[in-house]
C-alpha cells in the first residue's frame, strides 16, 4: 500500500483537494478532524492538567488554549508532546485498517506535514499550491483574519517553494477547481496502478 502525504500551506485548497480524494473513494485520514475529536476526548484532560482552565465541559476551549501557546514556544512543545502521539496512535489504526481493506493508496492529509517530518513516514507527498497573491487574498476574506496573525501562520509553515521542490506531485488550485480535480483523477489512476517509481510531475 502506498502512503500519500498531502499538504499545503494555509489558503492553498489543501482542504478542498483532499475532500476531491475521498469523493474519488480513497481513503483521507484527515490530521485536523483528528485533533478537533482529540480536543474533545482523549487529550482533554491531559490538556486540561497542563493548562489548568482551558477545558470546558470536556471540551478544550481553543481560544483559551490559544492564550497559553501561541507565540510561547515551552508552551506549543508542551502541547505538541501531548497531542502529537495521541494523532500518530489515530493514523497507525487507519493505516492497519487500509492494509487489511486491501486498499492500493491512502491519503495522509498533514497540513504540517514537512514542519512535524511527517515525510518521513509517507512514500509519496502531493503538494497542494497556488500563486502568494491567491494565497493572500483567500486568506485575507476569512472572518477575524488581521495581516498580524497571517504573517504569524505563515511563518511557522514551510514556504510554499520548498514544499514543491520537495513533493513527487504538485495540484495548483489557483487554476480552477474543475481543473484541481482532473487532476486528482489522474492522480488516483496512476497510484492504484501501484506504480512505485519517484515521479515529480503536475499530474497533467
Known amino acids: 500500500m502506498i502512503v500519500v502525504g498531502l ?4 489558503g492553498m485548497g489543501k482542504s478542498t483537494t483532499a475532500k476531491m480524494f475521498a469523493d474519488e ?3 483521507v485520514h484527515d490530521a485536523d478532524a483528528t485533533v478537533h475529536a482529540l480536543y474533545s476526548g482523549k487529550a482533554a484532560p491531559l490538556i486540561e492538567k497542563a493548562f489548568p482552565g482551558t477545558v470546558k465541559d470536556g471540551v478544550v476551549d481553543r481560544s483559551e488554549l490559544g492564550k497559553h ?12 508532546a501531548i497531542v502529537h502521539p495521541l494523532v500518530r496512535e489515530a493514523e497507525i489504526e487507519f493505516l492497519d485498517k487500509a492494509r487489511a481493506e486491501n486498499r492500493p493508496f491512502v491519503i495522509l ?15 509519496r507527498i502531493v503538494t497542494v499550491t497556488a500563486p502568494a497573491q491567491v494565497q493572500r487574498e483567500r486568506v485575507m ?3 477575524g483574519m488581521t495581516e498580524e496573525r ?4 505563515l511563518a511557522r509553515q514551510t514556504p510554499d517553494a520548498e514544499k514543491r521542490r ?9 487554476l480552477g477547481m474543475d481543473c484541481a480535480r482532473a487532476k486528482v483523477r489522474d492522480l488516483v489512476s496512476v ?9 515529480r510531475a503536475e499530474a497533467d
Open 7 to 10: 499538504t499545503g500551506s494555509i
Open 25 to 27: 473513494g480513497v481513503p
Open 69 to 80: 501557546v501561541v507565540g510561547n514556544a515551552d508552551a506549543m512543545a508542551r502541547l505538541e
Open 109 to 123: 492529509d498533514i497540513p504540517l506535514l514537512f514542519e512535524t517530518g511527517g515525510d518521513s513516514r509517507v512514500d
Open 141 to 143: 476574506s476569512r472572518p
Open 150 to 153: 497571517f504573517e504569524a501562520l
Open 166 to 174: 520537495r513533493a513527487d506531485f504538485i495540484i495548483d488550485t489557483s
Open 191 to 199: 497510484l492504484s496502478a501501484g506504480g512505485r517509481e519517484k515521479r
